[in-house]
């Protein structure tokens, strides 16, 4: 990778976390406050309807402190360390099982040496901007995610049985996310193929092992 490419690539996952912060934080914070406006009108006309708002919006407080985690957890690369790899898929699943209950999701996940942080994390990060695309675009009812060792390879596949991928405009400066797998592919000097027609689309990916891995 260039100098350019890391500065693109620095610059997309930034405006990601900004939206991401946009889209969940702000508009929740937003919301608490318009709660919190209920709370003092009610205060004065109806302590019991001021109770309840309030019970509301800590509830709403509660929500936010969940999305922060989530965020905060996101941004952190250390997160193998932390709670180890195979735990790390784990959650994973448990958060897909939570939010997109109608959403089945199949794993398969060799176990990983992660000491050498960026190769686990990149693979990691890969998949999950996968499945935010499954999410966001295929329509899919399955995903199935497998990161194998094959001799001195690490196979990655990403596959749903969505609608495919529909002709879209080009423009990267528009769609991050393919750009994100693509060059972080490239700079683990690794393969890519995606394959995509009306039955679903298939991502994989070959990274060559280095010794010791
Ligand atoms: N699994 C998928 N199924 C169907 N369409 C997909 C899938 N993955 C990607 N696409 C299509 O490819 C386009 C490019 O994806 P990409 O991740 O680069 O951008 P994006 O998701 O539109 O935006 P961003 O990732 O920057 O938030 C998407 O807009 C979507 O049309
Ligand atoms: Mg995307």
Redesign the pocket.
């Known amino acids: 990778m260039n100098k350019k490419d890391i500065l693109l690539l620095q610059e997309?996952e930034r405006?990601?976390i900004a939206?991401e912060l946009h889209d969940t934080t702000v508009q929740d914070m937003v919301y608490l406050s318009q709660q919190l406006e209920l709370v003092m009108l009610y205060m004065e006309k109806d302590l019991t309807l001021a109770k309840l708002e309030t019970i509301t919006a800590r509830k709403q407080i509660k929500h936010i402190i969940g999305g922060m985690r989530d965020t905060i957890y996101n941004l952190r690369p250390m997160i193998f360390d932390d709670i180890g790899w195979t735990a790390a898929w784990e959650r994973l699943k448990k958060k897909f099982a939570e939010d997109y209950p109608k959403l089945e999701i199949e794993l398969d996940i060799d176990m990983i040496d992660t000491s050498d942080g960026l190769t686990a994390l990149s693979i990691y990060r890969i998949v999950c901007?996968?499945c935010?695309?499954?999410i966001?675009?295929?329509k899919?009812s399955h995903i199935q995610i497998s990161v194998k060792k094959t001799g001195s390879q690490i196979k990655i596949l990403i596959k749903?049985d969505?609608?495919?991928?529909?002709e879209?405009d080009q423009c990267p400066s528009?769609?991050?996310?393919?750009?994100?797998i693509i060059e972080r592919v490239k700079a683990l000097s690794g393969k890519m193929k995606i394959a995509?027609d009306h039955s679903?689309?298939k991502i994989s990916i070959k990274i060559p092992m280095k010794a010791g891995e």
């Open positions: 997309s405006k990601r939206e901007e996968g935010q695309n499954i966001k675009h295929s899919a749903d969505g609608i495919g991928m529909q879209y528009n769609h991050f996310g393919l750009q994100f995509s679903g689309t």
